[in-house]
C-alpha cells in the first residue's frame, strides 16, 4: 500500500485526473487517514461538472463521502468550500542542501 501511495501521490501532483483521486482516496482511506481522503475525494468529484453525469467512480465517491458526513446536503456545502482552498496535498517540499538561492 505504501509504495503504491508514493506513486499515486507523485501521479495526483503532476495531473490532476479524478481516477487517480479516487484510488488514491482509497488507499488514504484503507491506511485510516480520512482527512486526506476526503480531501482527494471532494477534489475529484470538484472535476466533473456540476449538473453532469458522474463516472461510477465519481459515484462512489460521492456515497463514501455522504456516508462520512450523513447526507447530500452536506457534501454539496463541502464540496463548495473545497472549491475555494488549495490543497496542502499539492505542495511540494524540495530540498536545498547548499540553501543556494535561484
Excluded at 454539496?76 to 475555494?84: P, Q
Amino acid at each position: 500500500m505504501d509504495e503504491a501511495r508514493k506513486y499515486l501521490l507523485a501521479a495526483w501532483q503532476i495531473g490532476d485526473d479524478p481516477t487517480i483521486s479516487y484510488h488514491l482516496g482509497r488507499i488514504y482511506e484503507t491506511q485510516r487517514h480520512k482527512d486526506e481522503s476526503t480531501e482527494l475525494y471532494l477534489a475529484a468529484l470538484n472535476s466533473f461538472s456540476p449538473n453532469g453525469t458522474l463516472s461510477d467512480d465519481g459515484k462512489d465517491m460521492r456515497t463514501r463521502l455522504v456516508a462520512s458526513f450523513g447526507s447530500d446536503a452536506e457534501v454539496d456545502k463541502r464540496l463548495e468550500e473545497s472549491r475555494k482552498k488549495k490543497s496542502p496535498l499539492r505542495t511540494v517540499n524540495i530540498a536545498n542542501p547548499t540553501a543556494s538561492k535561484v
